[in-house]
């Protein structure tokens, strides 16, 4: 037996203004379409705070929704108060639903799909609202949403705890850079012995993405390979042309998203492709360049190719650089090794969350 998304939770509206979010210090808690993470990987830092307007107040627990692109899957569950953009859905559970079980039906895969079949919209596709609240849920009483939820909630963790491990490395690197290359004074403009300033191709090849000539919405085994700009994941394919490289979005609004990939996918046109014999130092360099002096263009912000080629940084001698690599690389190891976790962990998500949605497997048994 199956009952509609509004008989389970509530589409919450209440709204804040932007001043109100400066003036009670919420705007730490600010979340966008932007600084949700694709593929389920919940929320980063937004680049900007809006200033006018108002804003959706949230609350702990409450499920957050990015309706802009749902085929982006961007989706987190609260875990303190605060305000998101208003293109940004939020939904409370009933006192009848379970907060848990109701994100794992919306971060169900069949809901991505519902929601983009009823979307409005080309270019930008949003999903609609009315439609939404209409999407069909088995019916399953409290006790078994709970136990549902209690099977998926320990995979999101150990997630949740790889990141956070990934993020303290992440960190590690960054100091071990920052005391070597830039903590060290620089005397009459003169830099340490063997080291020089070289423009940024002198280290690392710089290229364009490329757009794929097959795309699919749907990952599957006719198309497995995923298409990337930096930051988000914009369809499948099942060619690749890229492994063991650092992405650079170079348009389309959120232009200088830095971020590394060491399995395959298919490059967007709206990236710029670094690949480096250094690859940890490089990675870097590119984490620390001002985008924003760098755009071309007002309406849709472009870095090019032959500008980031140009780039200005200080090179050290041969020696330092591979001590670097290998110091930042053994860290980054364990990096790898938490992110292709990961993945295996997601796939294994989202193998059981339509399977326990649907009533496919039985938790009757499971005891809380």
């Given at each position: 037996?199956?009952?509609?998304?509004?008989?389970?939770?509530?589409?919450?509206?209440?709204?804040?203004?932007?001043?109100?979010?400066?003036?009670?210090?919420?705007?730490?808690?600010?979340?966008?379409?932007?600084?949700?993470?694709p593929n389920k990987r919940g929320i980063t830092k937004p680049s900007s705070i809006p200033s006018k307007g108002t804003t959706t107040a949230y609350k702990k627990d409450d499920v957050l929704l990015s309706n802009i692109r749902p085929y982006f899957k961007k989706i987190w569950s609260a875990n303190y108060d605060g305000v998101c953009s208003n293109d940004v859905l939020v939904?409370?559970?009933?006192?009848?639903?379970?907060?848990?079980?109701?994100?794992?039906?919306?971060?169900?895969?069949?809901?991505?799909?519902?929601?983009?079949?009823?979307?409005?919209?080309?270019?930008?596709?949003?999903?609609?609202?009315?439609?939404?609240?209409?999407?069909?849920?088995?019916?399953?009483?409290?006790?078994?949403?709970?136990?549902?939820?209690?099977?998926?909630?320990?995979?999101?963790?150990?997630?949740?705890?790889?990141?956070?491990?990934?993020?303290?490395?992440?960190?590690?690197?960054?100091?071990?850079?920052?005391?070597?290359?830039?903590?060290?004074?620089?005397?009459?403009?003169?830099?340490?012995?063997?080291?020089?300033?070289?423009?940024?191709?002198?280290?690392?090849?710089?290229?364009?993405?490329?757009?794929?000539?097959?795309?699919?919405?749907?990952?599957?085994?006719?198309?497995?390979?995923?298409?990337?700009?930096?930051?988000?994941?914009?369809?499948?394919?099942?060619?690749?042309?890229?492994?063991?490289?650092?992405?650079?979005?170079?348009?389309?609004?959120?232009?200088?998203?830095?971020?590394?990939?060491?399995?395959?996918?298919?490059?967007?046109?709206?990236?710029?492709?670094?690949?480096?014999?250094?690859?940890?130092?490089?990675?870097?360099?590119?984490?620390?360049?001002?985008?924003?002096?760098?755009?071309?263009?007002?309406?849709?912000?472009?870095?090019?190719?032959?500008?980031?080629?140009?780039?200005?940084?200080?090179?050290?001698?041969?020696?330092?650089?591979?001590?670097?690599?290998?110091?930042?690389?053994?860290?980054?190891?364990?990096?790898?090794?938490?992110?292709?976790?990961?993945?295996?962990?997601?796939?294994?998500?989202?193998?059981?969350?339509?399977?326990?949605?649907?009533?496919?497997?039985?938790?009757?048994?499971?005891?809380?």
């Amino acid at each position: 037996m199956k009952s509609k998304l509004k008989n389970i939770c509530d589409l919450i509206n209440e709204k804040i203004s932007a001043n109100e979010l400066i003036n009670n210090n919420l705007a730490s808690t600010y979340v966008s379409t932007e600084s949700m993470l694709p593929n389920k990987r919940g929320i980063t830092k937004p680049s900007s705070i809006p200033s006018k307007g108002t804003t959706t107040a949230y609350k702990k627990d409450d499920v957050l929704l990015s309706n802009i692109r749902p085929y982006f899957k961007k989706i987190w569950s609260a875990n303190y108060d605060g305000v998101c953009s208003n293109d940004v859905l939020v939904f409370r559970a009933k006192n009848t639903a379970d907060a848990n079980f109701l994100y794992y039906v919306l971060a169900n895969d069949d809901f991505f799909v519902y929601s983009m079949a009823t979307s409005k919209g080309t270019k930008m596709p949003r999903g609609d609202k009315a439609s939404i609240m209409k999407y069909e849920v088995e019916s399953f009483d409290l006790n078994t949403q709970r136990k549902i939820a209690s099977i998926l909630k320990p995979i999101d963790k150990k997630i949740e705890l790889n990141n956070a491990i990934n993020n303290n490395l992440e960190q590690q690197v960054s100091i071990l850079y920052q005391s070597w290359f830039e903590d060290f004074e620089i005397t009459n403009g003169v830099c340490p012995e063997d080291w020089s300033y070289q423009e940024l191709s002198s280290i690392a090849d710089i290229a364009s993405g490329k757009r794929p000539p097959v795309k699919s919405n749907v990952c599957n085994q006719e198309t497995p390979i995923s298409i990337v700009g930096a930051a988000s994941v914009m369809g499948f394919t099942s060619e690749a042309n890229h492994t063991d490289k650092i992405l650079v979005t170079g348009r389309v609004g959120t232009h200088g998203v830095v971020q590394r990939f060491n399995t395959p996918c298919w490059t967007s046109d709206n990236t710029l492709v670094i690949t480096s014999p250094y690859y940890e130092f490089t990675n870097q360099i590119l984490h620390r360049i001002d985008y924003s002096s760098m755009n071309r263009g007002s309406t849709q912000p472009l870095i090019t190719q032959g500008d980031m080629k140009k780039v200005v940084v200080l090179v050290p001698d041969e020696n330092t650089l591979a001590k670097f690599e290998e110091f930042a690389g053994s860290l980054m190891i364990k990096w790898e090794a938490n992110n292709k976790e990961n993945v295996k962990l997601a796939s294994l998500r989202d193998t059981l969350l339509p399977k326990l949605m649907s009533g496919e497997l039985d938790v009757s048994k499971i005891d809380l």
